[in-house]
């Protein structure tokens, strides 16, 4: 039973959520400034749904639902990054569909999808970033518990032109599981 203080919860991605997804990545409108980075193969979203499945053992997807009624808000990924040869960490993106934005749910969906990736997989280290720009994202990572770690120059390319990143991190003795 979903919390009732919780604005939202993460559930595995269902094949009703996906018209929404492939508009939230496919509709420059629906992404917005930061979130488009040009049209994709139509039904590609869909072809991995089915195989190999958004829940692998190097990442995944889950659906970001309103805690009340499970309407889609959004999605947040996670895919695996190497820190060193033995050093495997978990990257963490968030994808929010424009009518949800501004609702703290973003923070929210970070620090559950943290605690979740730290309560069932070994690695010391989840990291996401964001565009220097992005200072809502900012704001929400750092609300989640993620520390500021520097600034990734030109790492990004975006609406023809290479942009900053910021990164930032948290490590699994900094959050409550």
Sequence with gaps: MPDRHEPVRLRPVAESDLPALERLYGDPAEAGELGFFGFRNPGQLRKLWHDPGFLTEHGGRLAVAAAGDDRLVGEVQWRETLRGPASPCWN???????????????????????????????????????????????????????TREGVLRGACFRSGAWRDMVMYAVLREEVEI
């Design 92 to 146: 963490i993106g968030i994808a929010l569909l424009t009518a949800e934005r501004g609702k703290g749910y973003g923070s929210r969906a970070q620090l559950l999808l943290t605690r979740y990736l730290f309560a069932h997989t070994k690695v010391n280290r989840v990291e996401a970033s964001t565009e220097s720009v992005n200072v809502p994202e900012q704001r929400a990572l750092e609300k989640a518990g993620f």
